[in-house]
């Protein structure tokens, strides 16, 4: 729910950053008190045959900031470490509509990881219930995400550990 002053309504706008410093301008910012919103994402990467997982901003460069439309000095914006100062039309400060960071919100986990593609994100070595399927009732870990639809998790079957690919849909937190 939006806060209304004298001035009108608190509204979300962008704020650019330098190269590979949306997480220190966000920290620097919510440490002087400003309401940020970065959406993160998961990233699989591939480094020297290695998979691994990266989380990193959505909009690289950006982050959003909650401001007061005229009794909140926005000075300070452009000389925090990380930022290089809110995104403008001329010399009016734009501003995203609410709807766009709610929409975006929704989506997010507690840490504003951003869900995409509707499918859950599990993290590795989390226990999980198959719940479709041949192995229906067993219990696994999860271990990667193997393409949009299909999961890879470790299973014990009669005493060995073996890594079943199985539908995302056939899985379930415990």
Not at 15 to 30: S, T, Y
Not at 40 to 50: E, H, M, S
Not at 60 to 66: A, D, E, G, I
Request: charged share 30%; hydrophobic share 35%.
């Amino acid at each position: 729910m939006d806060i209304i002053d004298e001035t009108g309504v608190l509204r979300w706008h962008a704020v650019f950053c330098k190269p590979r410093q949306d997480a220190r301008a966000e920290a620097h910012l919510q440490n002087q008190g400003f309401e940020i919103f970065r959406p993160k994402v998961r990233r699989q990467q591939t480094r020297n045959g290695r998979r691994r997982i990266r989380v990193e901003s959505m909009f690289p460069r950006y982050l959003f900031v909650r401001l007061n439309a005229g009794g909140q000095d926005w000075g300070p914006i452009r000389s925090t470490r990380g930022a290089v100062g809110l995104v403008r039309h001329g010399q009016q400060a734009a501003s995203v509509p609410l709807p766009v960071i709610n929409a975006l919100r929704e989506r997010c986990d507690e840490h504003d990881i951003v869900n995409l593609n509707g499918a859950i994100d599990y993290r590795p070595d989390e226990p999980v219930e198959i719940v479709d399927g041949p192995c229906a009732g067993y219990r696994a870990l999860f271990k990667a995400r193997t393409s949009e639809e299909r999961v890879q998790v470790l299973l014990t079957l009669l005493n060995h550990e073996r890594c079943v690919e199985v539908p995302d849909s056939a899985i379930r937190r415990v």
